[in-house]
């Protein structure tokens, strides 16, 4: 999954409540999370951090998942 706000002069701001609740729906069922930006004026204004972690998580190719199996 991948989320983040906007950025650039007419962004809307972020509700990193939501993200949360993406983050929790994300880590419950180990789907993998890419939290790109918090957005602002420019993309990098409101860091990507949340709650001091920065999710750069990928997803596993399938045929790495198959060996071993």
Known sequence: MVVG???GPQHRPLDLDWVRD???RCVDR???LFFKQIGGLAPKAGGRTLDGRTWDEYPIPAA????GA
Do not use: K, T, Y
């Open 5 to 7: 706000g906007e950025s």
């Open 22 to 24: 993406i983050r929790d």
């Open 30 to 32: 180990q789907v993998a």
């Open 64 to 67: 790495s998942r198959l060996v």
